[in-house]
C-alpha cells in the first residue's frame, strides 16, 4: 500500500498537503510526490521554511514559470536560494494549484532531530492547506529530550517534565495531537494524520502501533512507517 492510502489521504481530495514536525518529513514529501507523479499527476513540491532541493528535479523561483515547466516535467520545485544551502518560499503555495494537481510543503524544520514542539512562529501552514501530517521519528523514544528534541524546551514545557525525562510512546503521543504540538494551527478544514516513522526494528514497530492506538483514541488517524536507507531523504525516488 501506498503513502497516500497509508495515510487515509486522498488526492483528489487532499490537492495541497504540508508536512510538519520531525524525523522524516524531506524522505516522505518526495514519497508523496513519487506516487502523485506515478498516478499522473502534475506536482510541485515548494517550501513556507526551508528546505534541501532534490538535485534531479526541476527548480524555479517564479510561479509564473510553472505552467511551461509542468508541461514538460511531472514534479518541479519552487523555490529561491534566500541562503546558500536551503531553498525558501517563492509565492504562495496555493498559486500553484492554477497548475498543478497535487502541491506538497515542508512547513516546518526540525534540524534533523526526530521529535519536536514548535516555536511562536512555526510551523508555517499554508491557509489554503487540504491536508497536514505530523511526523516523529521512533527513534526519539527511551532518550531524553534534551538530547534529542528539536526546541527541547518547548517540549519540556508541554510535557511537564525534565530536560533529563526518558520519552516514552505515551509521550509522543502527547507532543503529536497537542495544539501546542504536532497539530499547532491545524484548522477544522484540514485533515490532519500523523507518521509515526523510523519503525525499523521490531521494538521500534511495537511503539509504533502503541502511539497509533494512543492517537486513535484521540480520534487522530496515523499511520507506522520506515524508509529504507538507499529511500531515506528521496533522492532514489526522482
Known amino acids: 500500500m501506498g503513502i497516500w492510502k497509508r495515510l487515509n489521504l486522498d488526492m483528489d481530495t487532499h490537492r495541497l498537503v504540508a508536512l510538519v514536525g520531525a524525523g522524516g518529513k524531506t524522505s516522505t514529501l518526495y514519497a508523496l510526490a513519487r506516487e502523485g507523479v506515478a498516478a499522473g499527476r502534475r506536482v510541485v513540491i515548494t ?9 534531479n528535479l526541476p ?7 510553472l505552467p511551461a ?13 534566500l541562503r ?17 494537481d497535487l502541491v506538497l510543503v515542508e512547513a516546518d524544520g526540525a534540524r534533523l532531530r526526530p521529535l519536536k514542539a514548535p516555536a511562536d512562529h512555526e ?24 538530547e534529542i528534541c528539536h526546541r527541547p524546551e518547548r ?3 508541554l510535557l511537564g517534565v525534565g530536560e533529563e ?15 501546542w504540538g504536532g497539530r499547532k494551527d491545524v484548522t477544522d ?3 490532519f494524520r500523523c507518521l509515526l516513522n523510523k519503525a525499523d526494528t521490531p521494538e521500534r514497530a511495537a511503539w509504533g502501533r502503541e502511539i497509533q492506538a494512543d492517537l486513535a483514541r484521540r480520534g487522530i488517524f496515523s499511520a507506522v512507517n520506515h524508509y529504507t536507507e538507499k529511500e531515506r531523504g528521496g533522492i532514489c525516488l526522482f
Not at 517550501?47 to 538535485?55: G, L, S, V
Not at 515547466?69 to 536560494?81: C, D, K
Not at 546558500?84 to 498543478?100: H, I, M, T, Y
Not at 510551523?123 to 534534551?146: M, N, R, T, Y
Open 69 to 81: 515547466l509542468l508541461e514538460q516535467h511531472p514534479a518541479v520545485t519552487l523555490g529561491q536560494f
Open 123 to 146: 510551523p508555517v501552514i499554508p491557509s489554503g492547506a487540504s491536508g497536514v501530517v505530523a511526523l516523529a521519528g521512533l527513534d526519539c523514544l527511551g532518550k531524553p529530550v534534551g
Open 59 to 65: 527548480l524555479t523561483d517564479a510561479v509564473e514559470a
Open 165 to 179: 525525562h526518558l520519552l516514552t510512546p505515551a509521550d509522543v503521543a502527547a507532543v503529536l495531537s497537542s495544539p
Open 155 to 157: 517540549v519540556c514545557a
Open 47 to 55: 517550501t513556507t521554511t526551508h528546505m534541501m532541493p532534490h538535485p
Open 84 to 100: 546558500p544551502d536551503k531553498l525558501s518560499q517563492a509565492g504562495r503555495p496555493e498559486e500553484c494549484l492554477r497548475w498543478a
Open 189 to 191: 478544514g484540514m485533515a
